[in-house]
């Protein structure tokens, strides 16, 4: 049981430059989230979607698009990468049932931007 | 927008007592997590308590839920080396069409002294 992947784990990017990450889990959750960490900061989120086929804007979208083409799929896109998106990228997913939102993560994209 | 706060750090002997605070913005959260994160990994929910309830215990650890003053605590009893980690706190503010997205806090940094 994989649960939930990313790909890369790391990443080193020149400014300008497009990049996706990768997120995929095989839990049949219908809720996927992308977040980023940076020190002092905390948790915020980017994007999400409910389900197969929606998606939605978190706190930080600016920069950042998803799809979601089908249940087990998430990925981000930074279209030009610019230097403040060096953080770390968690993906996350969950099942939305009566108000309870347990998420699980998957293990993180370490992404720099020179 | 909304802000849970919670202290950035803190740090106790091994054997002792932690205890984390947090403080949430909406008193409608149905439910309140605290979620663990291990150096170089993903988020993993540790609790949660639902909004109807004061207290929950679970083995070493207590949650306690002053809805009046919307402070949420997790007491960690004997803590041990291996609790050493980031903890967030998590409310779920209802944000309309069925969605219930997490709103993190900053996150606790625990540390452990042997």
């Known amino acids: 049981i994989a649960g939930i992947t990313q790909a890369p784990t790391s990443q080193i990017l020149a400014a300008g430059r497009r990049m996706t990450l990768r997120c995929t889990q095989d839990m049949r959750h219908n809720a996927m989230y992308w977040y980023r960490q940076d020190l002092g900061l905390g948790l915020r989120l980017i994007h999400y979607?409910?389900?197969?086929?929606?998606?939605g804007k978190g706190e930080v979208p600016d920069g950042y698009s998803v799809s979601r083409a089908n249940t087990d799929d998430f990925p981000l896109t930074l279209a030009s990468a610019v230097p403040s998106q060096t953080s770390v990228y968690f993906c996350?997913?969950?099942?939305?049932?009566?108000?309870?939102?347990?998420?699980?993560f998957g293990p993180g994209t370490r992404l720099t931007v020179l | 927008g909304e802000d849970v706060e919670q202290s950035l750090f803190l740090s106790v002997r091994e054997g002792d007592s932690s205890v984390i605070n947090c403080t949430y913005t909406?008193?409608?959260?149905?439910?309140l997590y605290w979620y663990k994160q291990e150096p170089g990994a993903g988020l993993q929910l540790l609790t949660y308590?639902?909004?109807?309830?004061d207290m929950k215990q679970d083995q070493r650890l207590t949650v306690l839920l002053n809805k009046k003053d919307k402070h949420l605590s997790l007491r960690i009893a004997d803590t041990q080396t291996g609790d050493s980690a980031i903890y967030f706190c998590a409310e779920t503010p209802y944000s309309g069409a069925g969605s219930y997205q997490l709103t993190f806090g900053k996150g606790t940094k625990l540390s452990v002294i042997p």
């Open positions: 308590i639902f909004s109807n309830m």
């Open positions: 979607s409910n389900t197969a086929g929606t998606t």
């Open positions: 909406d008193s409608s959260s149905t439910y």
């Open positions: 996350a997913s969950s099942v939305l049932a009566g108000g309870f939102n347990e998420q699980f």
